[in-house]
């Protein structure tokens, strides 16, 4: 059978979808199952601990939770500990996927008394939808308007109590009535190295991968202090390990492996230097617009501004200013590169990859 290109698109999608199924069903099964298991983040796991016990004593429905910081540090995970702690059902659903007031009262009336309701990017909910949730957190009640105009009635539907858990990478975002109503919020931190590394060791166990201890602190140093990518590039480094070498990740295997998937001993992938190349090669370091910066790289502003910028300012490589994005001298150096006017001279580039 001869396929078109819209043939070959959709089996690309096909396989995409199933590829992206598979990762998610490891990452699901890396997930600890209670807060003794979870590594790092110990104030909040400290607090969080305190919250659920005090709660199981009372006999009590746990009091809202609202977990904020950057993708990938394990607000899902929690959500889902919450529940197993509570002994409780969990519902999961997202901000985006609740645009009318309607959806979230179908939500909230089909909830059991105790269960977690899981509202991850909850900052991107709509403003009436928000507004229900008020009433929902506060009284367990919600109003559902049947009818339009001066006939409209308002009917009280009472709610069994449930626990809110509330994920968002950008509480600045949340008003502040809505804030107000949770009983416990907590902000979850970068990890460091050394719990990197614990968490890759105890994922590589859980793969039933042999990982050496300078393999484990390869792969964490280069992480980005996110257990999410710790974990993802454990999954590539075995690929390569399995195939090119006997499966044991050593210190060189990895870095061998990283250098195959293009993210250097800093972290920096293939969009971060692209940024940083754009930015000092063309723009002589700048400053330079979001925008155009963007275009140099040929990718969305977006995307720029959303993925690869937040931890090129968290590496002290990259500065917003108010006339523009502005490379530091460590992002000339990580590149190898001489600032113009520098003495020295020589652009010529180090290898990125290396040990």
Known sequence: MNWDDTDDTAAERLVGSAADREDQAVEAALRPKDLGEFIGQEKVREQLDLVLRAARARGATADHVLLSGAPGLG??????????????????????????????????????????????????????????????????????????GPGATAIPLELPPFTLVGATTR?????????????????????????????????????????????????????????????????????YAQVKADGVITREIAAAALAVYEVDPRGLDRLDRAVLQALLKLFGGGPVGLSTL??????????????????????????????????????????????????????????????
Do not use: C
């Open 75 to 148: 607000k899902t995970t929690l959500s889902m500990i919450i529940a197993a702690e509570m002994g409780a059902p969990i519902r999961i659903t997202s901000g985006p996927a609740i645009q009318h007031a309607g959806d979230l009262a179908a939500i909230l009336s089909s909830l059991q008394e105790g269960e977690v309701l899981f509202l991850d990017e909850i900052h991107r909910m709509s403003r009436p939808a928000e507004e229900m949730l008020y009433m929902a957190m506060e009284d367990f009640r919600v109003d559902v308007i049947v009818g339009k």
């Open 294 to 355: 963007a275009v140099a790289v040929g990718e969305e502003r977006e995307t720029v501004e959303e993925v690869a910028e937040p931890f090129l300012v968290r590496e002290g490589l990259l500065a917003r200013t108010p006339r523009g994005r502005v490379a530091t001298p460590a992002a000339w150096a990580h590149l190898g590169l001489t600032p113009p006017g520098a003495p020295g001279g020589g652009n010529g580039q180090q290898d990125l990859f290396g040990a």
């Open 171 to 239: 509480a600045g975002l949340l008003p502040p009535p809505l804030r107000d109503r949770f009983g416990f919020t907590a902000h979850m931190e970068f990890y460091e190295p050394a719990e990197l590394e614990r968490v890759v060791h105890r994922s590589a166990s859980l793969l039933d991968v042999e990982i050496g201890t300078e393999g484990a602190a390869e792969i964490a140093g280069r992480s980005r202090g996110t257990p999410r990518i710790a974990n993802r590039l454990l999954r590539r480094v075995r690929d």
